[in-house]
């Protein structure tokens, strides 16, 4: 070595005390962020109890821009440090979100252990996703793996899970259909997102190089996600696989070094493989959003910004969708995403599936819901929730965005209310998702379905059929299925009368539980044949909470009897299904409890009503009941609803039965429902009143002559 001022080069001692002092500097920098959470923490406490905005948008505006000043000071990158704190930020504000969340809903579980479920398997990008979800409550969340969305959904109805997590879109491949089916079939409720990056990697049992590996094994999502990678090995066969996950796991399994997996990072951790390329994804930006479901919703502060997921289904009329997205635009509601899938049994009609930022305890958004139900036929509101992404969600990005008159969403403190569909003021929902109770509003004891809300006449959609706005619609069928044969009989004769729907019992409200109670879930699938065989949609009751799920897949209308009209759970519980509710006044019921009992159904998003006179109880004994031709006009005066009559039950005689149709007819029913065997003497139930078919023939002709 000569006298030359060289520089030493460093040691390797020296390197490693350069990287203890970096590590220390790290250390610092998480001591500082964990001080700054726990101080975020006190802040809310304050917050809280002054009701004060969780966000105060030109504070973060001017904290930034003084940041990027002081950085620029240090010799730090302007773009750097607002991102930097850009982050810190977002995370502060999804902390007193997530606690002020926890406390309004302490009451919901217990301290101890609660179940997250999700579909797939440890390492499956569910898993990660409820695991980044529940982070903060991970020594109580025990997360436990379901084979399918359904399972992990069922599980949570069951309330063997507290929670489930299923993905609900995925920014390159759409919408997870599943999810929204079962999102529209069961009660959970949306209450809380996760957006997670899918970063696909490509793992195996031992460090190989790319052109050894001969087979890629992972769900055929994931193979798709990344087809531009495997092209490029022709050397590779994909195998679709049930889950990643699972992939990663039978790679690890059989240890063969020219198998390889396409998972996360995560799974390769979990299941002990190395990572031989990481990002092989066609597109960077590939992100899955999933959704939070539980049994109830969630009590939200007005000041945590949220959004809303909805479905509806618009009415049967023009300009209907349009006229949706303009009372949103009205109520000045963002809507972040409106995709339309098949409508279930009615073939070429959409469900719309929309999200917009918005909290349905917000009096604005319950009055644009309210205002939806004049257009749609269905409403159904999956829940509103702290929002992960979006406006309002996030800190501005750049520091000249902040402060400059962004409006908070929810700009009022306000007291926590649950959601539900646009109930009337003083309406609320108690724990388990159920209305807690009933105040009439000022404007009397229905609003939804007073003329008042939509001047119009509802028309309601019964597969090819209008029921309401001016037609005739003419339902008929034994009182109750009692086999094969007379019903098939039955709806011969009622295809050949010119009749339009087809009616039969199966669940029976008989008085005596010594009559004939109906045949049950096998009547209706007679039913169901026999409206197939001879092109008639069909009209049963439901007498049962549990049993409208799987009536309303069969039956094209619900029926509620007169027994049931002020059976409040049931109605409720109708008023959640996107099916044409028939129902009957009860025979001790007056017109007004008649539309404050519909107000149940439509109040819970279900907009297709049809009423029904079927005759009410009076001091005369000539009759059944007495029937109360006068309902007609009078509901006429008060609902856009539409309004059929039932004669048979009105006089529960045979011979009654023809005059009282014509009547009917003749003061404008939309509809009516007649009760027809095809040997009424030989009739199960209500035997009297049956009229067989050629009456009814009969009776249509000389309907025909009166109306039409
Ligand atoms: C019926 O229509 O089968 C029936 C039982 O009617 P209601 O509920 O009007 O008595
Ligand atoms: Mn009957």
Redesign the pocket.
Known sequence: MGLTMEPTPLSSADLAAFRERLDRIDRTILDALAERRALVGEILEVKDREGLLLRDLAREGAMRRALVEEGKARGLDAHFVSRLFGEVIADSVRLQADLLVRRQNASRQGAGPFVVAYAGTAGSYAELAARRHFAGEAERAVLRGYRTFREAATAVERREAAYGVLPIENTTAGSINDTYDVLTETGLSIVGEVVLHVDHCLVGVAEVPLARVARVLSHPHALAQCSGFLEAMPHVTPEPFHNTALAARKVKDDGDPTQAAIASREAAEQYGLHILKEGIADRPFNFTRFVVVAGAPIQLDARIACRTSLVFATKHEEGALARTLAVLAKHHLNLTKLESRPRPNVPWEYNFYADFEGNVADPGVRAALEELTTIVSYLKVFGSYPAATGVGARAPEAPELAGAGVAEPGSAPGNGRSQGLPLPPGEGRGEGGHDRRVTPSLEGPYRLASLAHRPEPTRVRVGDLLVGGGGLVIMAGP?SVESREQIFAAARAVRDAGGHILRG?CFKPRTSPYSFQGLGYEGLELLAEAGRAFGLPIVTEVLAEVDVGRVGREADILQIGARNMQNFALLREVGKVDRPILLKRGMMSSIEELLAAAEYILSQGNQQVILCERGIRTFETATRNTLDISAVPALRERTHLPVIVDP??GCGRASLVPPLARAAAAVGADGIMI?MHPRPEEAL??AD?AITPTVLADVLRSIASIRR
Request: aromatic share 0%.
């Open positions: 009182c019992g048979s039950h009760e139930s209500d009143q």
